[in-house]
DNA sequence: ACCACATTCAAACAATTGTTTCCAACCTTG
DNA sequence: CAAGGTTGGAAACAATTGTTTGAATGTGGT
């Protein structure tokens, strides 16, 4: 589409910015000033700012989306061999291990976390809507494999579930700097995501595997 | 300070716009117009935006740390008595029972956590400042009494572990009209906020009692 | 009735936003 | 070397932003 210079330099700096002030809070001079390009730059190898935020997404949902595909392939393979269901925590590793895989090539993984974080809170309907249609089917793949591992749940109550845990780890993550400041000057130790992932794992899995709650107390009516 | 009807008017439409598209997309024209004020009037009873913002979380927040400060007093009057720990689940409890009165008297629960959710995601320096110097105290307290009633935990576990529940809660609560609309689809069943807070605890109370996580790996260094 | 004050209102302010325009520079192709 | 389409750049565009102004209106006290 265009020189590989200019365009990258865009991404690079705009999701930067993104991830530390929002969408709407960095304008189009923020970005080009600091990439150094000039500010019609966008609009021409863009065509808009919703679609340069988009391009931003997808320059880290593309690849992460191939290679989850491609491990789930893989963990289904291995598990149809002998016959056998795969795990949950081999699951809920897996996605991790992909997550954590992806950004090493670019950024950080902070950013990418705090992209979604962004993509979640901020109002934003078209990156909503653009993130479901472009990406939805690899969730739900996953969320199908979850069903399987965790037979025991409700339907309903694994949904309701695997949103709690991606709270945790979208909140979390994509919040890292604050929490990391207050984590370092209180406890007087340096955090890294690996760390966080670490404890997380246990977390996550005790909150999957946690009791079914009472039943729905009936109101009088 | 002023006449109830034009100072509450705006807050009570500000906050609800605020919640469902962010703090820099809401415009003053917005709020004014809906409110149906001159457009002066937030500058003039406010002062200015940012003031406006702090203005509606501290009518959320306000009667929240009051309320959360009396709870807590009875509980450890209850408990001193008998000489007994306040055990994790009644600590959890007690927040959650005060979060969901709080709203009560005003519009919605949901507002509330959106708002919430918006002062983490939301870049707003200043909010965050503002909320951590006004109502840093009674989340300090709150966290010495789960200090007490989870003395296994490490203390920086339980820092992260007491943020993961915070994420979990913020997020789900916070993007509930997006993940009802999907449940309500996929699952036939309506759900109130008082049903999540049901299927919450069990997931928290686990979560906060997970095993420990394996020792950090030592890198070859 | 009058005054002092608080509040409301319409209008304008300066600043910033995303986007477009038009021209110069460039590189590839004949 | 020349032609032509592609990419870069400075300036201007219209729209929207938060804020301020100054006059009009209302309100309460003496």
């Not at 989306?65 to 963990?75: C, I, Q």
């Not at 291990?97 to 979604?116: C, D, G, Y």
């Not at 969730?139 to 309701?160: H, N």
Request: charged residues 25%.
């Amino acid at each position: 589409m265009a020189q590989p210079d200019t365009v990258t330099r865009i991404l690079d700096t705009a999701e930067v910015l993104f991830a530390e002030r929002g969408f709407a809070e960095t304008s189009l001079r923020n970005i080009t000033s600091k990439a150094k390009v000039n500010l019609a730059a966008v609009n021409y190898h863009f065509g808009s700012k919703k679609s340069l935020i988009q391009a931003v997404f997808s320059r880290y949902l593309d690849p992460f989306t191939t290679r989850f595909h491609a491990a789930l392939d893989e963990l289904e393979a291995k598990h149809r061999q002998d016959g056998s269901e795969i795990p949950l925590e081999e699951l809920l590793e897996t996605m991790a291990r992909t997550v954590l895989e992806v950004p090493a090539e670019r950024n950080s993984l902070k950013v990418f976390m705090r992209l979604l974080g962004l993509a979640y809170s901020q109002a934003q309907g078209h990156l909503r809507r653009y993130i479901q249609d472009e990406y939805g089917s690899v969730f739900t793949r996953f969320t199908e494999l979850v069903r399987r591992a965790t037979p025991e749940l409700p339907d309903a109550e694994r949904f309701w579930r695997l949103h709690f845990v991606l709270g945790t780890v979208i909140f979390t993550l994509s919040g890292l700097d604050a929490l990391r400041d207050i984590a370092e000057q209180d406890y007087h130790e340096h955090v890294t995501v690996r760390d966080l992932v670490r404890r997380l794992r246990p977390v996550v899995v005790s909150a999957m595997q946690a009791p079914l709650p009472e039943p729905p107390v009936q109101e009088a009516s």
